[in-house]
C-alpha cells in the first residue's frame, strides 16, 4: 500500500510517502525556524499562515519525488493532535478534501503514535513488546508498546517537556530558537561536573518527570553569577544537559527492566541529542537491552512517521470520517 502522509501539528509543515509502513519512498519538510527565531518560540498565528503557504507545494514535491502519481496512493493518513490547533487544521483539512478528491481512504492519527513508529522506517526494528521513551519539544512520555496501534502510557511530565526545558533554557541564555541543538554543542566543549543542577528523578520508582525545576535552577544561576555566566556559558549548558539527560536515561531503563523488555527505543526530537543517545546506550549495553533510534531526520516531525502509522490502521480498515476533528491535547491511555 502507498500511504501518503501529512503532519503539521506545530512549525513544520511535512508530507511523505511511505510503502506498507517500512519503506519511505519520499520525506519532504518545510521548516518555520526563520520565522520564530526573533521571537525565541513558535508563534501560533505566524505557523499555522506559513502552513496554508506550504501545504500545497510540500504534498505535490512529495509526490513527485516518491516516484508514483497521486492515483497510485491507496491511502492517506494525517496528523490529528496533539499540537497547535490552527496548525493541525491545515493539514487536516487539507487532507480530508484531498482524500475525497481522489477517493481514497483516510485516517487522522496520533502525532504521538507517529513517533512511536518512527523505528519502523530503518531496518532491524524492535520487537513487540518494547519500552519506548518519547522527548521532544511538547511532550515527553515513557510507553510499552505491544502493536504499531497499541501503547500504554508508563509515565509523563507533569510540567515542561524536556524539549521546551532545552528551548526555554537556551532562550534565558541568549542563545535562540530552537534550543537543542545549540546547547548540544555548546555542552560539548563544556564541563558537565563545573556546575551542578538538581536532578529531578520525583520517585525513583516511577516514571513521571518534572523538568521545570532544573528551568529553574538554571535561571536562579545565571541571575546570581550574572559576571560569570558569560564566560561559564558552556559548562552552564553541559551541567543542564547532563541533568535531564540522567534522567531520561534512569527512567528509560528501569523501566525496560521492570517490564522485562529487551528492546527500548529513543524517539521524538530529543532523540536526536548525542549526550542522551551515548548515554543510554551505554547503559542499555550494560543490562543486555537492544537500543533503537531513528534516523536523526526521522526524530524531529516528519510525515514519514504519520504515513507508517497510518498503514497500519488503514490495512484493519479502520478510517476516519469527514466529521473527525483535531485535538489539542494527547489522548492519555
Known amino acids: 500500500m502507498f500511504i501518503l502522509g501529512i503532519e503539521t501539528s506545530c512549525d513544520e509543515t511535512a508530507a511523505a510517502v511511505v510503502l506498507d509502513g517500512t519503506e519511505m519512498l519520499s520525506s519532504e519538510v518545510s521548516s518555520q525556524i526563520s520565522v520564530h527565531h526573533p521571537y525565541g518560540g513558535v508563534v501560533p498565528e505566524l505557523a499555522s499562515r506559513k502552513h496554508i503557504e506550504a501545504i500545497t507545494p510540500v504534498v505535490q514535491e512529495a509526490i513527485r519525488a516518491s516516484g508514483i502519481s497521486r492515483e497510485q496512493l491507496n491511502g492517506l493518513a494525517v496528523t490529528q493532535g496533539p499540537g497547535l490547533v490552527g496548525s493541525l487544521l491545515v493539514g487536516f483539512s487539507f487532507a480530508k478534501a484531498f482524500a475525497l478528491t481522489l477517493g481514497i481512504p483516510w485516517i487522522g492519527v496520533s502525532h504521538l503514535e507517529g513517533h512511536i513508529n518512527s523505528v519502523f522506517l530503518k531496518p532491524d526494528p524492535p520487537a513487540f513488546p518494547f519500552v519506548a521513551l518519547l522527548a521532544s519539544g511538547g511532550h515527553t512520555c ?19 517537556a524536556a524539549g521546551e526545558a ?22 560539548e566543549d563544556g ?41 561559564q556559558i558552556r559548562d552552564i549548558a553541559a ?4 541533568a535531564v539527560v540522567e534522567v531520561l536515561c534512569y527512567k528509560i531503563i528501569n523501566a525496560a527492566v521492570k517490564k522485562g523488555s529487551d528492546h527500548i527505543a529513543l524517539v521524538g526530537g530529543v532523540a536526536a541529542n548525542s549526550r542522551l543517545r551515548e548515554r543510554v546506550k551505554n547503559e542499555a549495553d550494560k543490562k543486555g537491552i537492544r537500543l533503537h533510534i531513528p534516523s536523526i ?34 489522548r492519555v491511555a
Open 142 to 160: 515513557i510507553y510499552h508498546v505491544t502493536a504499531h496501534t497499541n501503547a500504554v502510557i508508563m509515565g509523563q511530565t507533569r510540567d515542561d
Open 166 to 187: 532545552f528551548d526555554k533554557v537556551a532562550k534565558m541564555l541568549g542563545l535562540g530558537y530552537p534550543g537543542g541543538s545549540v546547547i548540544s554543542k555548546l555542552a
Open 191 to 231: 564541563d558537565p561536573e563545573k556546575i551542578i543542577f538538581p536532578r529531578a528523578y520525583l520517585k525513583k520508582s516511577d516514571f513521571d518527570f518534572s523538568f521545570s525545576g532544573i528551568k529553574t535552577a538554571v535561571n536562579r544561576y545565571v541571575q546570581t553569577h550574572r559576571q560569570e555566566a558569560a564566560q
Open 239 to 242: 551541567g543542564f544537559q547532563e
Open 297 to 330: 531526520h526521522l526524530c524531529g516531525d516528519n510525515a514519514a512517521m504519520i504515513a507508517t502509522v497510518g498503514y497500519h490502521y488503514l490495512k484493519k480498515g479502520i478510517y476516519s470520517d469527514l466529521n473527525a476533528d483535531v485535538y489539542s491535547r494527547a
